[in-house]
């Protein structure tokens, strides 16, 4: 079971921890720190990233760099949850385009916790940049 929990510290500003034992300032304000949905967005990003590179490592792909960037519409209404999410994976080295690709589409389609979840609300799209080195 993974457990986390937020402490108020002042205004809108929580200090949060989970189970792994990291924390993490979370700020409704945007003054001390990410608000919880920024944190949705970079927990989307980290886990797809964790997924393309997991998958293009054991395809012994020689990327470079991976960054995973996300750009989302909300509701206009309360709950202002996430409607469109477009996800920009931005890969470096001579990668073929074909694995990366794939990775992309494994990661959305099979692995991806956050992703899953995020799709009941929001329509996911991709898009991937190829960079030299």
């Known amino acids: 079971m993974t457990e986390a929990r937020a402490t108020w510290i002042d205004r809108q500003q929580f200090n949060g921890i989970a189970s792994s034992g990291h924390t993490v300032v979370v700020d409704g304000d945007k003054a001390a720190g990410n608000s919880p949905m920024e944190l949705v967005l970079i927990g989307l990003c980290g886990c797809t990233g964790y997924d393309v ?57 099979k692995y991806c916790s956050v992703s899953a979840m995020l799709e009941k609300t929001a329509k996911i799209t991709a898009q991937v940049e190829y960079v030299d080195g």
């Open 53 to 109: 590179v997991s998958i293009l490592q054991k395809k012994r792909e020689p990327f470079t760099s991976l960054e995973v960037r996300a750009e989302a519409e909300r509701a206009a209404e309360p709950p202002s949850v996430y409607t469109a999410i477009k996800l920009i994976y931005r890969v470096g080295g001579k990668v073929s385009h074909k694995a990366v690709e794939d990775a992309v589409r494994l990661s959305k389609e």
